[in-house]
């Protein structure tokens, strides 16, 4: 007798535990996946103009170069600076607002040019402190991104270097107009 309690006690657990496995699977099976998070996605284009396509998942991401199919070389870009303004032209002093006649300008060059893309890099001279100068020139190289949004230019990156890359030093009024600039960078096939 004890045997038969016994067997009936395992059997029945045994039975409860397939019928709780079962009857779990079936309810996940009925509910679709939940997706959290957001993946971001773009083309990074590397200091010799070559392409690579990277995601992110925000726990890892991944890249891979971007190549020609039929010849499996990969797929770069003809870069040049195409124009350097003096951002006196562009500006007031201590200001990221374009001028009327800067606007005009820059529309006309964004308008003529055959390129696919841009960046944008927004430099000033040493008059103020790092950081405010950082600041400026992200704010001006905003501003002419958007000149070149508003005529249907690709901006790829807009970078504000602020005092950091002088073509000059700073050391006299001469140098210091020639450092402040905003340099746009043309992306051709």
């Not at 890249?63 to 032209?89: I, Y």
């Not at 040493?126 to 002419?144: E, G, W």
């Not at 958007?146 to 001469?174: D, F, H, K, L, Q």
Request: hydrophobic share 40%; charged share 20%; proline share 3%.
């Amino acid at each position: 007798m004890t045997f038969l309690v016994g067997a009936l006690r395992g059997g029945l657990a045994v039975a409860v535990m397939a019928v709780g496995l079962f009857g779990a699977g079936t309810a996940m099976a009925q509910q679709a996946p939940e997706p959290y998070g957001k993946i971001e996605w773009g083309i990074w284009v590397d200091d010799d103009g070559c392409m690579h396509w990277w995601a992110d998942g925000g726990l890892e991401g991944y890249m891979l170069d971007r190549v020609n199919p039929k010849t499996g070389k990969p797929v770069c870009l003809k870069r040049n600076t195409c124009l350097v303004e003096n951002t006196d032209v562009l500006f007031a002093t201590d200001s990221a607002t374009l001028t009327a006649s800067g606007r005009r300008r820059l529309q006309e060059f964004f308008g003529s040019t055959n390129a696919f893309g841009y960046a944008v890099y927004g430099h000033t001279d040493s008059r103020a402190s790092d950081s405010y100068n950082k600041r400026l020139s992200q704010r001006r190289a905003a501003a002419v991104a958007a000149v070149a949004r508003s005529v249907g230019g690709v901006v790829e990156r807009e970078i504000g270097y602020g005092e950091s890359r002088p073509v000059v030093p700073n050391t006299s009024a001469g140098n210091m107009q020639k450092n402040r600039r905003v340099e746009i960078v043309c992306y051709r096939w």
